[in-house]
């Protein structure tokens, strides 16, 4: 072998370990005590040079091999990122009934809930055969949780409705949410659960507000192979009715609005906050001049109710969003469920599945 | 720290390489000596003092045979107590290693194989004493070869002209043999053993033609990088630091008989035994039994070369089998024949002996056998078909690589085109390096 190959590759090495040594010597782990002696092999991985660039590539060339599956995430035929839900364990079904339970005997109340499938099973007619049978069960797991409460919880289950629209664009294709589309379907499902008049799609007016976005699912190395998505917002113009939104966050700041849609994208990373400014750990809708039905709901939910409440909201004179997991206690105390005529439990399977804080329903009123 | 870990290629390797091209002359051996023992306390800290006393133990024995080399009684003794206490260990961290799994029991047995030819050849007379114990440690314990070999034998082991003072050529070509080991290993061995994992669970579900054929492939040729890809980076690195260790494999899949196939698998193991065991037990040529028995033997070691386990010995019986057949009935018909139809015949011959090697329990044999037959089962799963599609790069990359169609490539480039050959090389390795770094994250 010529000497200035040999060098070459000998260079190649070197700067590879200068490089890596002066990252892993200069971080903040090391500088503080020397942890990162204790996994050396995972501080360098995550100091080598270019290791955004090279996992990048890595999937890439997965990718072209024929892989489809990256981690928890499907690349779906139709270009959705499907992401997979994690198994629930025993745990989460004994906690969620057992708290809930609780609450509604504490308050006298048959509460209403309603667990929302993720795109992962309801579009898995996008992954190729054989990995979509390794779909997670979620139409099993739904049936499950909604069994152990049996005649003292209604349940609704939305999964039929949302399995049979599945050529509709009902999830967005970057982001793990229903789109508006798919939330105004599981509206529908819901009202006739909660015995409410379901307002037809004449009653809202649709307004296109942000175009070939890219969601949270979508990495760099997901773009490329990713259909982008676009948001519809749906304003309620049934009757003359106003709301008002108030945005109750865990720093004892309130933000009041009395807009249900802010329409200029440019604010907001995730542009499906575009909905309510997004959701807070505690939010008010109150409509100023209710013409409609005169009662109010409570309800417990997360990010998936984005794309329903705003549809649910024109049946109510007061919606009170309750996000457990972003909740703290001075928030959670405030709010008192007996002031509520129904009160609804609403995650997506995915949230469901990963853990919800339900012994925070102890601090609620 | 594994050898083929970030932290070995990117710290320990660079370390060690300045370190030793650092050191006086005379204090080279104490050197990598030392870098061997770190080696081995990073890698299997709990280890270390077992290997540390093995190796002293070793030495011990050697000198004194040394100092009996007088007293033929005495020597004759520790010869018999030397290959006793290493076969004892050898057995001991096999069966450690069925139980825990890990390092040993390659490192230790390379070490203590390695020892045994030494011990005999040194009282044969057919090698010198290793009198310095640095020298003794670097011979017995290199830690290049600890992870899968090559096996080395006194006259195997040759020391490079320039094995004393930095050879940038030596350095910078052992380094380019070592990454391309490294790359065999971990682009093309791992994800073999995960596509073969997945093939034993959907086999286990629903066996079909399809996945029990696939399975046999991608296991042969799990094994083949696994061991050549250790056995090149062993090699690479005893050319970084001044040794040049013999090759271990030479494409075995298209060799053109049986016979053939077990030199060129594992040759280093295969020849150590051929030259203690066969040679030394075969004293009538020409005696058909001695050859049966001998054969058999052998093969049956090489099986238990990689653990004491029922399906490794029923391997080794296999090619024992073929070996004998090809001997006494094939070996004008396998010489007449097209080099080709020799070739499949072997290629088959030994990919089937995979699915002996790879069976857990002996009982899966002969049902993966029927199933690649068709006998009560489909063609195809929905689950092989799903394997088969998202690996189609490593499959097919690993079915290129298993012949030598590239080594031939390189080295008719080095040959014919050097300054070419050098700007491959290069080349080469800036993209197996960005590759196993990105496989290593």
């Known amino acids: ?365 | 720290m594994a050898i083929n870990s970030l932290t070995f290629l990117y710290f320990f390797l660079p370390a060690a390489l300045i370190i030793f091209n650092l050191a006086p002359k005379k204090f080279k051996s104490a050197v990598l000596a030392a870098i061997s023992a770190a080696f081995v306390l990073f890698s299997e800290p709990e280890l270390f003092p077992v290997f540390s006393l093995d190796v002293l133990l070793q030495y011990g024995i050697s000198e004194a045979m040394f100092r009996s080399s007088e007293k033929p009684k005495t020597k004759r003794i520790l010869l018999i107590f030397a290959i006793a206490f290493n076969a004892a260990a050898i057995i001991a961290f096999s069966i450690r290693n069925q139980l825990t799994g890990g390092f040993a029991p390659f490192a230790a047995m390379v070490i203590s194989f390695t020892s045994i030819g030494y011990f005999v050849d040194v009282y044969k007379g057919e090698a010198e004493y290793i009198r310095s114990f640095a020298d003794f440690t670097v011979f017995t314990a290199f830690f290049g070869k600890l992870s899968r070999g090559p096996l080395v034998r006194t006259a195997s082991i040759k020391k490079l002209p320039e094995g004393d003072k930095f050879s940038l050529s030596e350095t910078g070509s052992g380094l380019y043999l070592f990454i391309r080991g490294l790359a065999k290993y971990v682009i093309l061995a791992v994800p073999l053993v995960d596509i073969h994992e997945r093939l034993v669970a959907a086999n286990a579900d629903e066996i079909s033609v399809m996945g029990a054929w696939l399975d046999m492939i991608v296991f042969s040729m799990m094994i083949f990088f696994d061991l050549s890809g250790f056995c090149d980076m062993a090699r690479g690195l005893g050319r970084c630091f001044g040794m040049e260790l013999p090759k271990n494999f030479y494409f075995p899949f298209q060799s053109p008989s049986v016979g053939d196939f077990l030199d060129r698998f594992n040759m280093t193991v295969t020849g150590f035994f051929r030259h203690y065991i066969y040679n030394v037990l075969r004293n009538d040529r020409n005696s058909k039994p001695q050859f049966i028995v001998n054969t058999v033997l052998i093969c049956m070691l090489c099986g238990i070369w990689f653990g004491i386990k029922m399906n490794y010995i029923f391997w080794g019986l296999y090619i024992a089998a073929f070996i004998i057949i090809e001997e006494f009935f094939l070996k004008k018909l396998l010489a007449n024949i097209p080099h080709i139809l020799a070739r499949a015949y072997t290629f088959a011959v030994t990919m089937f002996s995979m699915t002996i090697f790879s069976a857990e329990e002996i009982g899966s044999i002969v049902p993966t056998f029927k199933a690649m037959f068709g006998a009560g089962a489909q063609i195809i799963t929905n689950e092989v078909s799903y394997i088969i599609s998202q690996n189609m790069f490593v499959l097919l990359t690993g079915a290129f690589f298993l012949i030598s169609a590239f080594s031939i490539f390189i080295r008719f480039l080095s040959k014919k085109a050097p300054a070419l050959y050098s700007a491959f090389a290069v080349f080469e390795s800036a993209v197996l390096l960005t590759l196993i770094t990105a496989m290593l994250l």
């Open chain 1, 1 to 365: 072998m010529k000497k200035t190959a040999a060098f070459l590759i000998i260079a190649m090495v070197l700067f590879v370990s200068v490089f890596s040594a002066v990252n892993i010597f200069s971080a903040k782990e090391f500088l503080s005590g020397g942890a990162v002696f204790q996994n050396f092999e995972t501080a360098l991985s995550q100091n080598i040079p270019f290791r955004n660039e090279l996992s990048e590539l890595m999937d890439r060339i997965r990718y072209f091999s024929g892989v489809r599956h990256f981690g928890d995430i499907y690349i779906g035929s139709g270009g959705s990122l499907l992401r997979d839900i994690e198994n629930p364990t025993s745990r989460t079904f004994s906690s969620a009934k057992n708290y809930i339970l609780s609450f509604a005997e504490k308050y006298q109340t048959k509460p209403y809930f309603m667990l929302v499938p993720t795109s992962a099973v309801i579009l898995q007619q996008e992954i190729e055969n054989y990995a979509n049978e390794n779909i997670y069960n979620q139409r099993s797991m739904i049936a499950r949780m909604y069994a152990e409460f049996e005649g003292k919880v209604r349940t609704t289950d939305i999964y039929q409705t949302l399995y049979d629209h599945r050529g509709e664009y009902i999830y967005y294709h970057t982001e793990d949410l229903p789109t508006s589309l798919g939330g105004y379907y599981i509206y529908g499902e819901l009202c006739s659960r909660l015995g409410l008049t379901q307002n037809t799609m004449d009653s809202f007016s649709a307004a296109y507000a942000a175009h070939g976005f890219y969601g949270s699912l979508a990495t760099d190395f997901f773009k490329a192979y990713a259909s982008p998505d676009f948001i519809t917002l749906y304003e309620y113009i049934g009757d003359s009715k106003k709301f008002v939104i108030e945005r109750f966050n865990t720093n004892g700041t309130t933000q009041v609005s009395e807009s249900v849609f802010i329409y200029n994208e440019k604010l907001f990373e995730d542009k499906t906050d575009m909905i309510f400014g997004g959701l807070s750990a505690v939010m008010e809708v109150t409509s100023a001049e209710s013409t409609g039905e005169r009662n109010s709901i409570l309800i417990f939910g997360d990010e998936s109710a984005k794309s329903w409440l705003p549809f649910l909201i024109s049946n109510y004179e007061r919606v009170t969003f309750i996000d457990l997991n972003a909740a703290n206690k001075e928030l959670l105390s405030g709010v008192n469920p007996a002031e509520y005529g129904q009160i609804l439990f609403a995650y997506s399977t995915a949230t469901f599945s990963s853990g919800i804080d339900f012994e925070k329903l102890d601090f609620v009123g």
